[in-house]
């Protein structure tokens, strides 16, 4: 496998200094009490909150590269993300590169042109996600993805999910439902105060 990201040395407001690495392909998941800091710890990986440490994307260091470069590398996707424009295609860019994702996570054709305030948790959700993807991120930090989904459309968001796996991009993936950890974690990890412990096993 080939490294993707390597992180030594984090530590922030959750504590650390946090240190684990992510190679091609892989999923991470990360488990842990509510409230222990995994939300945190991802936007400190995307450098969206403040903290300390030595993070390198295929070789490049996070120092190296703009704010907004690495982020578009390195996307968080929270578990309800944030909506600044009134319909959804205001949101995608590029444009025509959302159309063909839509029937991939069971959504309507005409959905792009909906006003955000219409949809529903679950549709704002798969949108968000494909929000991220259409600018094709080498490492995608997502925080609890399908927890507004129903068992269907969470299959068909960890379908996507493999499929840009395959392709040669990592995740890295907070989520609270241990036979989701156990369908796609090729790594998973325990969150406790401060800490992250590898667990045997995927």
Not at 10 to 39: D, N, T
């Amino acid at each position: 496998m080939t490294l993707l990201l390597d992180v030594r040395d984090l530590h922030g407001l959750p504590g650390g200094p946090f240190a684990f690495h992510l190679e091609a392909g892989e999923c991470l998941v990360i488990s842990g009490p509510s409230g222990i800091g995994k939300s945190l710890l991802l936007r400190m990986i995307a450098d969206l909150d403040p903290n300390e440490g030595v993070l390198q994307l295929e070789g490049q260091t996070r120092a190296e590269m703009s704010a907004p470069a690495w982020r578009a590398r390195v996307s968080y996707l929270a578990a309800e993300s944030g909506w600044w424009a009134e319909t959804v295609i205001e949101h995608m860019a590029p444009r025509m590169a959302a159309a063909p994702l839509l029937s991939r996570l069971g959504l309507r054709p005409d959905i792009l042109e909906a006003p955000v305030s219409q949809l529903s948790s679950g549709e704002r959700q798969r949108l968000s996600l494909i929000r991220a993807l259409i600018r094709n991120p080498r490492v995608l930090l997502l925080d609890e993805p399908t927890s507004a989904l129903d068992p269907g459309s969470t299959t068909l968001v960890e379908a996507l999910i493999a499929e840009r796996r395959a392709a040669g991009m990592g995740a890295i993936i907070v989520s609270h439902n241990p036979e989701q950890a156990a369908r796609i974690a090729t790594r998973r990890f325990a969150m406790t105060a401060g800490q992250l412990t590898e667990l045997a096993g995927p």
